[in-house]
Each structure stands twice: as structure tokens, then as C-alpha cells.
């Protein structure tokens, strides 16, 4: 079997000429390529081991949330805007019950909840057949209220220095230990993405529902999965901040969605469904996460920030749908 | 399981489903007025109006987008940046002026929401997705987070002062533009085809009417609206500050779903919009009374928007019902003439 297949789904048999064949592989290494020189030239404190490794731990705990929110695009389940609640379930279920149960099984009752919220999206997107953004919208804002109800709006604290450090820490002294949780659930990520049968399955619900559903894939269950794994990866998120910073409020986990949703379209992984993958949405993420770096080390305000990020997520989708229309048109 | 799906699937209950903001509606105010006592005073039920007055104003563009079969999600922060132009310009130039520029950067903001949709062609959600993720930026770029205040307290009280003792100016104007949308919407040929465009763009093109114009239209309305909104806010508290109208796209997206309003275009109601605006006015302010927190009420906000979604899927497959309320009281009334005929229908 082609696995090739899988990354470009619908591959049409025209020909191609050189530039589009590699155009869309090589444009993303290309970019951050571009960005890292910007940033050498631009400042002396950028291409310095501490800066770039801040840069990783930086993108990490994002990272995770951005693996779920890819299968959400390739399944055509446009985008989950509850991952501030279901990040804020995570951080602040950790600490609450750290000292009852230890900071590991509480970590596990964390992520176990946060994807609790997952299947109801799943329930509500795949099986009922509701418009994603406005069901992760309001599922969003009830599950943040949950919480907030639950600590009576306030900061939880935590109990566990030792687990903090272990987190915070560095294997061997040089990778830090997020890093490489990052990396691990990535890694997981694109197997399952591009090698298993819900992969396949994924690639094929978001490329043509119809077909698929006559195929005897079960397609429901595929786009209520994408949903239960995005929110179970945002809980995981959730509780690494918490135990890393070793505080959590309600609002932990603001911005997260767009920093998600802005790395997977820069990224090409396509609005529409039925493409791009796991290293694609991470390279989005990098080039994204070097871009603010070299902003904030150019002494630019943070709040110009989410601006670029506003005009990156129209610029990049824009972008895809004309590339599609064309696509379609020769 | 056959019965089941047969009351669902009756002319009856699609009615109920149709004009469910009036029994929501009753519900909300039976429910209020017996936990808390004066809420159906008249100083009370204009206050109730007042609140939601700026929601309200979003809502009547939103009501739009609905029908055209999009959604804006950018209402809140057009707000307001709207709202910041219209304090933070009033040295330069003058406090009517300012306010009508802060109109104008709404009605700009909805012909970027347009042009995203309509030209771009970007799904509707994640362009105003990414649109209200660059406003909000901008406000807080603008003001480097910080609320600040106007020139005069007292210029704002010519729309939130009650007149004559009854209600405010804001509420009147929301009210008005309401009935005028619904009497657009009801008896103007442009209404007739927005409705056209939403339940079927192609087959509208197809007929002579510019889809795409429409469409667009109807963002630069919301953003007008949403402009006006946050105008009004600001002057009425004196104040441009970077977190107004955080929630208010949720607010405002409720009220016109409860109002009967399908999110998949085709189907909406001015009047329905009022209607569930009236709802959520009440239930803030009972909730306020009973001294329930600002995340219980969004709790409750989230679970009624999320019923009503699901709802409206069950029920929205049933294509070529003639489901007006004049056809609606007919089936009732033959239903109840002749029980066992009761799923014959008119042609």
C-alpha cells in the first residue's frame, strides 16, 4: 500500500509542474529556515542554546493540544474552541486533589475528567451531527463553570514541590523533561495519524463523509474520537502547566484554542478536511512559536501578537481555499 | 419507539418547536416572577431591558448573518474597538463626531468580516474567528490594556437615562430596529430573497439574486450594529476599555437561537429575536436577584444554546412543511376535527 496516499488524499493524476510538487513539502522547513536567520541577524541573544530551548518549552505544552486539534481538522471537524475549560479541568482538578491522592493518580483523574468533556463534544459534533464551533463554544463555557464553581472562582494551589521538579527538570542535564513529553505524545500522535487503521479512517471521513459512510467506516464514531482525543491531550496539558507552575485559575488556559488552531492552519493542514498531518500542524507551531520569540526579543509589545496570529489564521486558510478552487479548476 | 417518532414527527410539535420562544418565554417569566417577588414591576422589567440593551443591538445583526446562513463571532470585540474609538477620539474631535467614526470603524470591521467571507471564501466561522482575534488584539494594542475614561460623564446619560421615568433611549432604539427588521425581513423583496440566499445560495443565484452581495451585506450590517453597540456602551459608562463584550457573541447567539432562528441559515425571525432577547433579560436579572455567580449564569446560558442546537437538528430534516402559523392553527384545528386523519396535509 502507497502510504503516500494518506498524506495527499483526492490525489488528482494530473501533472505536476516542479514547483507544486515540492512547493508544499519544502515552503514550511523553508520558512522557519528564513525565520531562524531573521533571527540571528535581527538579535545577537537569539541563536543561543538557553533562548532556542526556551523556545522548545515554550511550544511544548501547546504542542500537545496542537496533535488533538490536527485530528479534529483532518476529520473535517473544523475546530475545538472548549480546550481553555478542558486545560483549566486538568490544572486545577491536579492540585486540588494532590494532597488526597498524590500528584501522579491525581494527574490521571485530571486527564480522565478533561476527556469526560471530550465525549460529550464528540457526542454532540459526531453523533447528533452539531456545528462544532458553536458546541465547543457553549460546551466550553459550561465546563468552565463547572470549574470555576467547583473552586469558587479562586487560585488552587499545590502541594507538590518534588513532582514540580521532576517536570521542570532536565533529562541528562540538557532535554527538558516537557520537551520530551511533547515529543513522545507527537510522536504517538502521527503513528496513529498516519499509520493505523483510525488514521486511514480519519484521512477518509475528512476527505469524502459520503463515500466513507459507504464504505462501513464508522464514521461517527472517527469524528467524535478526533474531539475525545483533543480534549483528553488538553487535559494532559492542563495538568503539566499545573504541576509545573504548581497554580491553576479558571483562566489557565485562555488563548490556547487560537495558539492551537493558528499553529495547525499555518501548518497547511487543510479547514476543509481530508489533509495535512502531525509534523506538518508542529512545524506551524514552530514557525509560529520562533516568530513571537523574534518579536518579543525585538522588544514588540506582547499584544501585537494576537494580531499576527489573527492575520496568519485568515492569510493561511485563505490561502488553502484558493490553492483547493484552483486545484479543482485544472 | 414508532409512537416517539411519530410525536416528533408531528405537525404539532414542529409547531411547538417553531414558536417555542413564546413558550420559552412564558416559562422563563412564570419561573422568575415565582422566585423572585417584583421582577414583573415595571422599574424592573425596564431595568432588565436596559441590560440587555447592548447585547441586544449585536443580536439584530447577528439575527442577519443567521438567516443568510453564516455566523459572526467577531460582535463582541467590534464592540469593543468601536467603543474605544468613540472615547478615545473625543479630544481630537468632538464627542458626536467621535461617536459616529466609532459607527464607522463597525461598519469597516463588517466589510473585513465580509471580505473574508465572500471574497476569500473562508468558512464564516474561522474568518470571524480570526477577525475577532485580530480586533480584540488591536483594542488591547490601542489602549496597551488598560480601560480609560471619556470627557464627560454626563454626555453618555442621553442614552441610558430612562425618558420620562420609562425606559431608555438604547432600548427604544434596539426595539425600533428590531420591528423595522422584521417588517424588512416580511414584506421588503430584498428580505424575501435574504431568505432565498439562506436556505439555498445556489438556487438563489440561479433565480437572479446576488447571493454573494447579500452575504456580504449582511456582515457589514452586523459589524454596523455591533459598532453601534459598543458606541453606545462606551459613552454610556464613559469608558473604552479592551475586555468589553468578552461574552456577548454567546449572549447575543442565544437569544437569536431561542428565538427560532437555525443556525444552518433560511430560517429567522425578528421577532423571535426579540423575544429571546426578552428571555435572556429576564433570566439575567432573576439570576442577579438570587444572587447567582456570573459562572452559573453562563452555565445556563451554555446548556440552553446547546438544547436548543440539538433540538433544532432533530427537527430540521423535515423538508416542504408549510410550517407558517396560520398553516400551523389550520393542522391543529383539522387534527382536532378528525383525530385519525391528523398527518394528511394540505398540497
Known amino acids: 500500500m502507497n502510504v503516500s496516499t494518506a498524506t495527499v488524499p483526492g490525489g488528482r493524476i494530473v501533472r505536476q509542474s516542479w514547483a507544486s510538487r515540492y512547493g508544499a513539502t519544502l515552503a514550511m522547513p523553508a520558512g522557519i529556515v528564513v525565520l531562524l536567520v531573521l533571527g540571528t ?37 473544523m475546530a475545538d474552541l472548549s480546550v481553555p475549560a478542558t486545560v483549566a479541568v486538568g490544572g486545577i482538578l491536579v492540585l486540588m486533589l494532590d494532597d488526597v491522592i498524590g500528584t501522579w493518580p491525581a494527574a490521571l483523574v485530571g486527564v480522565l475528567v478533561a476527556s469526560l468533556a471530550g465525549v460529550v463534544n464528540g457526542v454532540l459534533v459526531g453523533y447528533a451531527g452539531l456545528n462544532p464551533v458553536i458546541t465547543t463554544l457553549a460546551s466550553g463555557i459550561i465546563v468552565l463553570g463547572i470549574a470555576q464553581a467547583f473552586v469558587g472562582g479562586v487560585i488552587v494551589y499545590g502541594q507538590d514541590a518534588a513532582a514540580k521538579d521532576v ?9 527538558p523533561v516537557i520537551v520530551l513529553i511533547f515529543l513522545l505524545v507527537a510522536l504517538l500522535g502521527h503513528l496513529a495519524l498516519a499509520r493505523s487503521v483510525f488514521g486511514r479512517w480519519t484521512y477518509a471521513v475528512g476527505s469524502n463523509p459520503h463515500a466513507t459512510e459507504a464504505s462501513a467506516v464508522p464514521i461517527r464514531l472517527v469524528k467524535a474520537g478526533a474531539f475525545v482525543l483533543t480534549a483528553t491531550l488538553a487535559g494532559l496539558s492542563g495538568v503539566l502547566l499545573g504541576i509545573s507552575l504548581q497554580a491553576a485559575r479558571p483562566e489557565i488556559g485562555t488563548g490556547y484554542e487560537f495558539d492551537a488552531i493558528t499553529a495547525v492552519v ?31 526579543l525585538q522588544g514588540v509589545p506582547s499584544e501585537p501578537q494576537g494580531m499576527v496570529k489573527g492575520a496568519l489564521i485568515a492569510g493561511a486558510v485563505a490561502l488553502d481555499v484558493y490553492l483547493r478552487r484552483r486545484g479543482g479548476r485544472e | 419507539m414508532n409512537a416517539v417518532r411519530r410525536a416528533f414527527d408531528s405537525d404539532v410539535f414542529l409547531g411547538v418547536v417553531r414558536y417555542r420562544v413564546a413558550i420559552i418565554l412564558v416559562a422563563t417569566i412564570v419561573v422568575s416572577a415565582s422566585l423572585v417577588p417584583g421582577i414583573l414591576e415595571f422599574r424592573a422589567l425596564s431595568l432588565s431591558l436596559d441590560r440587555i440593551s447592548t447585547t441586544a443591538l449585536v443580536a439584530v445583526g447577528l439575527t442577519v448573518v443567521l438567516l443568510a446562513g453564516k455566523l459572526d463571532l467577531s460582535g463582541g470585540a467590534i464592540l469593543a474597538l468601536s467603543g474605544i474609538t468613540a472615547i478615545g477620539l473625543q479630544e481630537e474631535l468632538g464627542q458626536v463626531p467621535a461617536a459616529v467614526v466609532g459607527i464607522g470603524v463597525g461598519v469597516l470591521a463588517g466589510i473585513v468580516n465580509g471580505f473574508l467571507v465572500v471574497v476569500l471564501r473562508i468558512n464564516s466561522l474561522v474568518a470571524t474567528l480570526a477577525s475577532m482575534l485580530f480586533f480584540r488584539a488591536l483594542c488591547h494594542f490601542i489602549t496597551e490594556s488598560r480601560p480609560f475614561s471619556g470627557l464627560d460623564p454626563l454626555f453618555g446619560l442621553v442614552v441610558s437615562r430612562p425618558i420620562e421615568g420609562t ?11 428590531l420591528v423595522a427588521l422584521h417588517l424588512w425581513l416580511t414584506r421588503a423583496v430584498a428580505g424575501r430573497n435574504l431568505f432565498a440566499v439562506g436556505s439555498n445560495p445556489v438556487a438563489a443565484e440561479a433565480s437572479g439574486i446576488r447571493a454573494n452581495g447579500y452575504v456580504f451585506g449582511t456582515f457589514v450590517f452586523a459589524g454596523t450594529t455591533a459598532g453601534a453597540a459598543g458606541v453606545i456602551q462606551s459613552l454610556s459608562v464613559n469608558t473604552g476599555s479592551p475586555v468589553f463584550g468578552e461574552s456577548t457573541s454567546l449572549l447575543a447567539i442565544a437569544a437569536v437561537v431561542i428565538g427560532g432562528t437555525r443556525l444552518e441559515g433560511g430560517r429567522a425571525s425578528a421577532l423571535g429575536t426579540l423575544g429571546g432577547l426578552l428571555v435572556m433579560a429576564i433570566l439575567t436579572t432573576a439570576m442577579e436577584f438570587s444572587n447567582v455567580p456570573a459562572y452559573i449564569q453562563n452555565i445556563v446560558t451554555g446548556v440552553i444554546l446547546l438544547l436548543l442546537i440539538l433540538l433544532d437538528r432533530f427537527v430540521s430534516g423535515k423538508k416542504g412543511r408549510n410550517l407558517s402559523l396560520t398553516a400551523f392553527l389550520r393542522s391543529v384545528r383539522r387534527a382536532r376535527r378528525n383525530p385519525e386523519n391528523e398527518r394528511t396535509h394540505a398540497p
Open chain 1, 41 to 77: 541577524v535581527l538579535s545577537d541573544r537569539f541563536l543561543s542554546v538557553g533562548n532556542l530551548t526556551n523556545v522548545l518549552i515554550n511550544m511544548s505544552i501547546v504542542g500537545i493540544i496542537v496533535v488533538g486539534m490536527t485530528f479534529v481538522f483532518v476529520s473535517r471537524g
Open chain 1, 167 to 175: 517536570l521542570t527538570g532536565r533529562l541528562f542535564g540538557v532535554v
Open chain 1, 266 to 296: 499555518v501548518g497547511g493542514v487543510s479547514l476543509l478536511g481530508g489533509s495535512g498531518s502531525i509534523p506538518r500542524a508542529i512545524g506551524g507551531l514552530l514557525f509560529v512559536t520562533l516568530l513571537n520569540n523574534i518579536l518579543i
Open chain 2, 167 to 177: 425606559v431608555t433611549l438604547r432600548t427604544i432604539i434596539f426595539i425600533l430596529l
